[in-house]
């Protein structure tokens, strides 16, 4: 069983940078990150395929960055110029099918963390 572990999350103001981490047991063929705010549905935020590929949600882009250390195993995603839309518990989470990385649904993939919060102030 894959296990995921993020953290970096915290408080933050307006404009603020953080990076989160998440360290994982294995290298799977998708990764992503995924966050949801209070009382809202999960939201796909980016996606890493093993080849390197990336997605992003088109409202975040240019704005986060997804990147994998595959030796250290480890899952970053680089936030800058936070807003407070941005506040949101902010999961790692994989899937075996490299294929289908960009089109599967969020709700699909198979392992997930714990979460780390998110919370940017304004």
């Known amino acids: 069983q894959v296990q995921l572990t993020e953290s970096g999350g915290g408080s933050v103001q307006v404009g603020g940078s953080l990076r989160l981490s998440c360290v994982y047991s294995?290298?799977?063929?998708?990764m992503a990150w995924v966050r949801q705010a209070p009382e809202k549905e999960r939201e796909g935020v980016a996606r890493?395929?093993?080849?390197?590929?990336?997605r992003y949600a088109d409202s975040l882009k240019g704005r986060f960055t997804i990147s994998q250390d595959n030796v250290k195993k480890i899952l970053y995603l680089q936030m800058n110029d936070l807003k407070p839309e941005d506040t949101a518990v902010y999961y790692c989470t994989s899937s075996p099918l490299w294929s289908t990385c960009f089109s599967d649904p969020v709700a699909s993939f198979e392992y997930w963390g714990q979460g780390a919060q998110v919370t940017v102030s304004s």
């Open positions: 294995y290298n799977a063929g998708c």
């Open positions: 890493f395929r093993t080849d390197g590929s990336t």
